[in-house]
Each structure stands twice: as C-alpha cells, then as structure tokens.
C-alpha cells in the first residue's frame, strides 16, 4: 500500500502572518460550520458527567457512588477501538446520500438525542440502572460524533488553518458545555414547583420533573448538529488504493492506521502519546467533584447556573480566542506549555474557594479564572493533536490521540469520591493542581525533540 501524505509537524519557525488574517480567519465558512458543530460535540459531555452528578447529588446520591458513575465517560476513552469502521466503513443507503463524515455524523446525533430522553424519563432515586444505561448510550454515541467531527474537521482545511478551526470548534463547545451545565440548571430551577420546595435542600427539594424538562430540552438542542450535518458539504476524501481481499481491508482499516504512527514518530511516539495521556489530567479529574462542590457548598442551582452563564461564557470565549490567535502568532507548543501552567494554577483557586463557604464573589472570580486557562489550553492542544494526524487515517488517528487524552484521567477521577470523602475538598483540589506538574516536563520534552522529527 503507498505511503499516504501526513499532516506535517509544526515547524520550530511557525510562518507569521498578520494580526488581521489571523481574525478574518474566524468568519470563513468551515470556522463557522465548526462553531455549530462544536455546539453538537459539547452538549453531550457534562450531561453524562458533570451536570448529572449535580442531578445525582440533588437526589441523594453518596459522592463515592457519583464518582464510580463518572467512569461512564470511559467509552470516550475507548473510542479507538472502533474508529476505523467510522474511518473506514460505510452506512447502508446513508453513506451514498450524505457522504462517509456526514453520515456517521447523522446516525451519532440520532442516537444521543434518545439516549437523552431517557435519561429524561428516568428517576435516580427509584433505580440508578436506566439513567446509567442511557448515559452509556449518550456517551457511546457522543464518542461517535466525536470520532466522525474530528476527521471531518481535520479534512476541511489545511495545516495552518487548524489553530483558527480548533478555536472556533472549541468555542461552540464551550457554548454546550455553558448550556448543559448553566443552561440546564436554569432550566430545571424554572421548572421547579417553588412552594413545594420552600426551605428545603438536597433530597428533600429534588424533583425529577424538573429534571425531565430540562434533559428534554437538551435532547432538542441536538438539532442544532443535526441540521449543520444536513446542510454542510462532505469534505474532500483522501482516495486509498482499492483493497484486493477481506484481510488487506482489515489490514488498512485496524492496522495501519496505528502503524503509520509509529513508523512516522518511531521512540518520540511514546513521548507524544505519554504527553497526550496527561494535559488535561488536572482538569478532568477535578472536573467530576465540582458540580457536588457546588451542591455541598449550598450554591443553589439559579447561582451555578448564573455565574457559569455570564462570567464563565464570556472567559470561555475569550481563552478560545487568545489560544486560537497565539498558537497561529506564536506556534502551538509554546501556547500548550501556557495552557498548562494556567490550568493546574486555576485549580488551586478552587482549594481556596474551600475555604471561603457560601460566597457569590469568589465563585465568579475562581470560575472565570478555570474558563479562562481552559479555553486556552484546549485550543492549543487540538491544535497540536491535529498536527500530529495523517488525512489518509485522521478519525482513526485523532481517535487515539484524544482517547489517550482521557483514559487515564477518566480512570483516576472514578475514585474522586472517595479521596473527597477521606480528606475532604480543599485537599482534593491541590492534589489535582499537583497532577499537572509533570504535564510541565513533558511539554517541555515534546517541544526539545519533535521538532526535528523527520517526516514521512
């Protein structure tokens, strides 16, 4: 089989260009299809994690069993396993209507939109077993779209175009992730039977259909993806040569995409997969007691909701830009090592917001902070992650990256609960920020080495 042409490296000279072209950049149409795609991609992740561990506290739920739950977010970090059939395999009579990305693209949004309507329709406090068995479904599909999304991003434009798609993608990410974490809290306080609930909290003031009618609003927020699939053009697909028999397609489908890799990288692999296994440690494992924080501190739904919305919209924003904008000025690893420093600082912000106890000012200004340095941070590492992709295999490959991303920190976060549980938040929090010290050292080892890495 030829040797496909790869997604070059970031030179150690990065091309400048002119800060107006590096903003008009965000009004090109693929910018703007990936804003809305974005928005698809995000909506699902805090419902099954973040959002539905506030819904879960609410309920009564011990914060050991919420953690243990949060290990449905796994499935994205499996996701690998079966990107090469969305890469490689086409959907009966879909495929040839939409297209390879778009059809998978379709059949992923289809599948979260009910799973979230069960997740609507059930009651965690009578059984846990549905709303965990359509979180699955929610998490399995969303992982789905993800793998589908990243391909089809990565195939829309060319390599220094990337930081620009990566910012806007993550910009209506972090919109969903507003909305599925401000939104639907505002939505079930709203639909809240206020005089039934006066004075009560936790348990006693939890109401399952307020709940409903905010997942079920979710689920219709979907349609947002739904209708940029069916509206957008497939991107030009990377022809590979025919397979001759079943073994040689299994061969290009499973095999080579990881192989390519490897042959590409040889040792640095291990360096770049060991520094894709740990960014966002600190944030993700953080991120599954936040929302119990939230609960345990007495911030009541309306403030959660009001300050994510305002504050934390417009940091969120903000940092997706600058990282867009610096990693295109400035080259993508020195933004990485940036986003770094800044997201495991930011979560020593939340150990002295431990410390403080019902207070509205400090949760806006710790808040704003974390959205700020997130923003940053991921804008820069998909940037890089996209990088590192051949376009003959970008979901396939792209689908470990980001599965390597959030394997382990997924894993450890499962047993968040648990540490909370014996030394309490403040030092849960620090020992988050800890995690993101050796993300330091191997930042810096990635920008030493790869640079010189000789291409395929």
């Known amino acids: 089989m030829p040797e496909p042409t790869a997604i070059p490296h970031e030179s150690p000279n990065p091309t400048r260009r002119s800060w107006l072209d590096a903003l008009r950049v965000y009004l090109e149409p693929s910018s703007l299809r990936m804003l809305t795609l974005g928005f698809s991609a995000g909506l699902p992740l805090l419902l099954v994690l973040g959002t539905l561990s506030f819904r879960l506290r609410e309920a009564g739920i011990d914060r050991s069993t919420i953690g243990y739950l949060s290990w449905v977010g796994l499935a994205y ?55 965990v068995w359509c979180a699955l479904a929610v998490a399995f599909g969303s992982a789905t779209q993800d793998i589908a999304l990243d391909a089809f991003r990565i195939e829309s434009a060319n390599l220094d175009r990337q930081a620009a798609l990566a910012a806007s993608y993550q910009t209506g990410y972090r919109l969903a992730m507003i909305w ?12 809240e039977v206020a ?27 979907m349609l947002v993806g739904v209708v940029t699939v069916l509206f957008s053009r497939e991107p030009a697909q990377v022809v590979l040569p025919p397979a001759k028999n079943a073994a040689e397609w299994l061969r290009g489908a499973l095999v080579e995409p990881f192989a390519e890799f490897f042959r590409r990288y040889r040792w640095q692999a291990a360096l770049i997969l060991g520094l894709i296994a740990i960014y966002r440690i600190s944030d993700v494992v953080m991120g599954i ?23 934390g919209v417009i940091m969120t924003l903000l940092g997706a830009f600058i990282g867009g904008v610096l990693s295109m ?95 309490g938040y403040a030092n849960f929090f620090t020992a988050t920020a800890l995690l993101g010290v050796p993300v330091l050292v191997m930042v810096w080892l990635a920008s030493r080495v790869l640079p010189v890495q000789k291409k395929a």
């Open 77 to 131: 970090g499996f996701k690998w396993v079966w990107a090469p059939l969305v890469d490689r395999l086409p959907i009966p009579f879909v495929t040839r209507a939409l297209g390879r990305r778009r059809s998978w693209l379709l059949l992923s949004q289809v599948a979260i939109i009910a799973g979230l309507v069960g997740m609507a329709l059930a009651d965690p406090r009578q059984t846990l077993g549905p709303i």
């Open 180 to 191: 599925a974490g401000a939104g639907v809290l505002w939505i079930a306080a709203r639909a």
């Open 195 to 221: 005089p039934a609930v006066a004075g009560l909290s936790g348990a006693a003031a939890y109401q399952n259909s307020a709940w409903q009618t905010a997942y079920l609003v979710m689920a219709a927020s």
């Open 289 to 311: 007691m936040a929302n119990p924080f939230y609960v345990d501190m007495g911030y009541t739904k309306d403030e959660v909701a009001a300050v994510t919305k305002i504050y």
């Open 329 to 423: 000025r400035l080259g993508v690893m020195r933004i990485l090592m940036a986003g770094a420093v800044l997201s495991a600082a930011t979560n020593l912000l939340f150990a002295w917001l431990a410390g403080r106890g019902h207070d509205v000012t400090a949760l806006i200004a710790v808040v704003s902070a974390d959205n700020l340095a997130s923003g940053i941070a991921s804008a820069a590492f998909i940037a890089y992650l996209s990088g590192l992709t051949n376009v003959s295999y970008s979901a396939t490959q792209y689908a470990l990256f980001s599965s390597m991303m959030l394997l382990l920190p997924k894993f450890i976060a499962g047993f968040s609960g648990d540490f909370v549980n014996a030394h």
